[in-house]
């Protein structure tokens, strides 16, 4: 069984699907805790009415990554809460090799696009500026690349020749809440 470490930056939407197919057993885990690096995040909300344990992460000083001081504290806080697993859900910092070593290939990532294709920040935005007919979701090993790392499952939305950056958005959205847990299954079934 997973014990699973969730890292979000925003609204949680993600850890929430994840949380409500391990609660209907359609994922055979445990959400050992959540972090934000955001104080208000409202993925902290979420955690706290799921009763999960709600920490927020002061990734200061560094801006756009995970590392140092804030990178160990997380690896102590993951194994006091018996993680041995991590699911980054809308986490918008890079994670470093202190990470990515601590919890070697056992780290996954959900990105809002048919990856390799748009990679790294407004995923959304760049299709549409793109002109593409299809994108999607992905979710993926996390490797020390931004955005690489193998891919374990994809979900595929049409762009519809009216779309903004939102309602593309809103149909990644709904895809993923469906990808994650179904990718979680399959890294579950194979360790
Ligand atoms: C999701 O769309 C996820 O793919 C994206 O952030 C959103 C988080 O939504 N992640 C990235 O862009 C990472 N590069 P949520 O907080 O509602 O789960």
Known sequence: MLNIA????????????????????RLNARIACVFSDVKEAFILERARKLGHPAIYLDCAPFKTKLDGEAEARAIELIKQH?????ALAG????????????????????????LPAFPGLEAGKQALDAGVKETGCTVHFVDSGI???????????????DDTVETLMNRIHAQEHIAYPEALRIVAKGM
Do not use: C, W
């Open 147 to 161: 955005d690489t790392g193998p891919i374990i499952v994809q979900r595929k939305v049409p762009v519809l020749p």
């Open 82 to 86: 018996g993680g041995d697993f991590i």
């Open 91 to 114: 986490f918008m910092r890079i994670v470093k090799p202190g990470l990515l070593n601590a919890f070697a290939g056992r780290i996954v990532n959900i990105h809002p696009s048919l």
């Open 6 to 25: 969730v890292f979000g930056s925003g609204s949680g939407s993600n850890y929430q699907a994840i949380a409500e197919a391990i609660a209907a057993g």
